[in-house]
């Protein structure tokens, strides 16, 4: 991957192909597997509320943040049964998109 | 009065709407380094051709003590001229009359000139530099932005439309120039954007400069909002007079023919390509060593620059080429790169412009963020564009024509009228490295030495599938060419093709995937 980023060059279907890159090619995103267990904010805003505590078992769709953004008040949910593992934010706190708010695991 | 007294009084009256905001304003207009709107237009128009109307508009607000106030031609300009002699409408937000926002009589002196156009089948010229709606005039200016959405969607493939972005436009106002058919920036003096810097500050946290937020470079590179980057505005009034040379005044006519005139010497067709398809060159080359005078009047040239767009002449009559960059990104279609070719396609379709296209790709672009970002869709434009295109539609294929591209880039499948190749011409359902192994997987996997039967297989695929003669032994070429008898030729398809007529299914509309 990095080799092919100083030469600069594009494969297509097992072919390499010397070429130039454009900005917007260098600033792509590179995929990662997303992970359930992680809450993130999905937009800026600030905590109004933490509804949970860690160790505390839920039921998925259950609230567990008051997220303000946008000036709503956005009811941020359990995805899934699962307990609270660890808890990142502080009630204030204001927080950018992609924060990771609180960490779950899924319980059966 | 006397006639001579009515005379003065009239004059005093036009200097007086003349002066705009007055010295302050227009002193901090020019301190930005920005024209007028008066000078502007006087210098995009021929000179003695600009008429004016509307001077003696007045506002009609009266809330918020607005009724006491007086805005010389309620911030906007408008009237009518000629560029080299073709006929325009043209208006211009003057920033220097209370920030050129936009209240209703602002608006219908804009719509009055954009129904003249309509009805007079010309183009129309906007010049946008304004703070935005007016707040104090309230529902009355978004009613009159709205008025002006609806006439540039009904004037759309009528007659042409373009944007001049000379300040700010933000907010509603950005949803013109976006319905319009080219947009024009000045680095440092155009800003578009719907949600301004601070907005975005207070409820989002993002702290960001207008500049790099919604500036002139951002619209040329990374949104394709905008179709022309200059770096002064005298640069690019010289771009949109440059443009119109190159399309017709409306929906039934073309584009004025100029004295046919040879490509420049220097522009040696058959020395710009590589043999080695897997290196690049420059497809501009190609493209000047084609057209008259080796001009080529490129569009975005700034975004998705692995394809490239834009006008020429061919024997003195406006083409639009579309051509495959191996320059950048090895010249693949991406989601971009449809985007920018598929609404060029459309427009050239619109304007009765024939469509000439170079063809050398490897394929679209291979990852996982094309894909979320919908090639899907945003690569179903441009085969939609071609198939939907009556205009003349001629095709030469240079190197590489793998896969979906070769179909996707006005195959004869898409109903090209003229299919050529060059020799070096590879037509393959894809390149002889991913085919042999696909083709030869197990013979590969297998052999004593998979490296060497490998490229054993590779060549053979090579030797068999990578040229022109299995699609031209199929129909799907018209004919194998030489690289320098590429003008020639395609100069007489063009010629053969000048009475095209072709009818459609009649239909309300398609339903393109935007």
């Known amino acids: 991957m990095e080799d092919q980023e100083k030469n600069q060059v594009i494969i297509v279907h097992s072919a390499k192909y010397q070429t130039t890159y454009n900005k917007k090619y260098l600033n792509r995103k590179v995929w990662e597997e997303p992970n359930f267990n992680l809450i993130k904010s999905y937009i800026p805003g600030t905590i109004i509320d933490i509804l949970v505590k860690e160790g505390q078992v839920l039921n998925g769709g259950d609230s567990i943040i008051v997220l303000e953004a946008m000036k709503m008040y956005n009811d941020v949910q359990m995805p899934f049964k699962g307990k609270i593992v660890k808890i990142n934010i502080e009630k204030g706190q204001k927080i950018p998109k992609g924060f990771e708010m609180i960490e779950i695991e899924p319980v059966k | ?514």
């Open chain 2, 1 to 514: 009065m006397s006639l001579k007294r009515n005379i003065l009084d009239l004059r005093k009256r036009k200097d007086e709407v003349r002066k705009g905001g007055g010295d302050k304003a227009i002193e901090k207009q020019v301190a930005q380094g920005k024209l007028t709107a008066r000078q502007r237009i006087l210098a995009i128009v021929d000179e003695g051709s600009f008429h004016e109307y509307d001077m003696f508009v007045e506002h009609v607000g009266t809330d918020f003590n607005m009724g006491n106030k007086v805005l010389a031609g309620d911030g906007v300009v408008i009237g009518t001229g000629t560029i080299y002699g073709s006929p325009i409408c043209i208006y211009a937000q003057d920033f220097t009359v209370e920030g050129g926002s936009l209240g209703l009589m602002h608006a219908r002196k804009i719509t009055k000139i954009m129904d003249h156009a309509l009805k007079m089948r010309v183009p129309l010229i906007g010049i946008n530099d304004s703070g935005g709606a007016r707040i104090q005039e309230g529902v009355n200016s978004l009613a009159g932005y709205g008025e002006i959405f609806f006439r540039n969607t009904l004037s759309s493939g009528v007659i042409p439309q373009i944007s001049v972005i000379l300040g700010p436009c933000a907010g509603g106002a950005v949803y013109s120039p976006a319905l319009t058919d080219f947009v024009f920036v000045v680095e440092n003096i155009s800003k578009m954007f719907i949600t301004g810097p601070a907005v975005i500050k207070s409820v989002l946290g993002e702290d960001i400069s207008m500049e790099a937020l919604g500036g002139a470079r951002v619209h040329a590179e990374t949104t394709g909002n905008a179709h022309f980057f200059a770096l002064s505005e005298e640069e690019c009034f010289e771009q949109i007079k440059a443009l119109i040379t190159y399309i017709p005044w409306n929906n039934t006519q073309k584009a004025k023919a100029f004295p046919p005139k040879e490509p420049k010497a220097k522009y040696k067709i058959a020395n710009i390509v590589p043999a080695d398809v897997r290196m690049p060159y420059d497809i501009r080359e190609i493209i000047k060593s084609i057209t008259d005078d080796s001009e080529f009047f490129e569009i975005m040239e700034l975004f998705a620059a692995n394809i490239v767009i834009g006008f020429g002449r061919m024997n003195g009559e406006t083409v639009g080429f579309v051509a495959n960059q191996p320059l950048v990104l090895a010249g693949v279609l991406d989601c971009d790169s449809s985007d920018k070719a598929a609404r060029f396609i459309r427009y050239c379709n619109a304007f009765n412009i024939p469509i000439i296209t170079l063809e050398d790709m490897p394929g679209y672009l291979p990852g996982v963020d094309q894909e979320h970002a919908g090639v899907i869709r945003h690569g179903a434009k441009i085969l939609y564009a071609y198939s939907e295109a009556t205009v003349p539609k001629i095709t030469v294929i240079i190197r590489k024509a793998y896969g979906g591209g070769y179909i996707a880039m006005n195959s004869r499948h898409l109903r090209a009228d003229f299919v050529f190749a060059w020799p070096t011409a590879e037509i393959a359902v894809m390149g002889p490295e991913g085919a042999a192994n696909i083709v030869f997987r197990k013979e590969i996997a297998e052999a004593a030495d998979p490296e060497a039967m490998r490229q054993q297989k590779i060549q053979e695929y090579k030797d068999k599938f990578a040229n022109p003669y299995v699609a031209a032994s199929k129909g799907y070429i018209d004919e194998v060419i030489e690289p320098q008898e590429t003008r020639k030729i395609l100069l007489h398809a063009l010629q053969i093709s000048a009475h095209k007529d072709i009818q459609s299914p009649a239909k309300k509309h398609g339903l393109p995937p935007f």
